[in-house]
């Protein structure tokens, strides 16, 4: 019995270009009272390529240890669960209702799991 593949949601391509890392770093800040609309497309998919993203070159935007990438990204929203396909730069449909309450209990019921438009979290395949 064969399944049939889960549906996907194309990403916009992601800028190369921006702030350099240490202003980056300069200006991070922790927002735990979150207001406001929505992250966009190009937000959700610059966010998910900074994180295991592949470059021009073909190399990922993160190191792993013998380029295993034992990490899979995964986005949470109201809308459901999805996974990141770096080597696609896309979004493959998970069949789950909006898991982000169960992930708030999970992490010491920080409100801000719970109220975020959308949680990325990493997921060990090994």
């Known amino acids: 019995m064969t399944t049939s593949p889960r549906p996907t949601v194309d990403l916009p391509d992601p800028t190369r270009d921006g702030m350099s890392l240490a202003q980056a770093l300069a200006t991070r800040r922790t927002v735990r009272e979150l207001t406001g609309p929505s992250l966009t497309d190009d937000e959700i998919s610059q966010l998910l390529w900074s994180a295991q993203g592949v470059t021009p070159a073909r ?19 109201a809308d459901g669960v999805f996974h990141y396909r770096p080597e696609r730069h896309d979004l493959e449909v998970v069949p789950e209702d909006d898991v982000r309450l169960r992930l708030c ?8 799991v ?12 090994s």
């Open 59 to 77: 190399n990922r935007t993160a190191p792993s240890a013998g380029a295993t990438y034992p990490t899979e990204i995964y986005l949470l929203t």
């Open 105 to 112: 209990g999970g992490a010491v019921s920080q409100e801000a």
């Open 114 to 125: 719970r109220d975020a438009p959308a949680v990325c979290t990493p997921l060990r395949t």
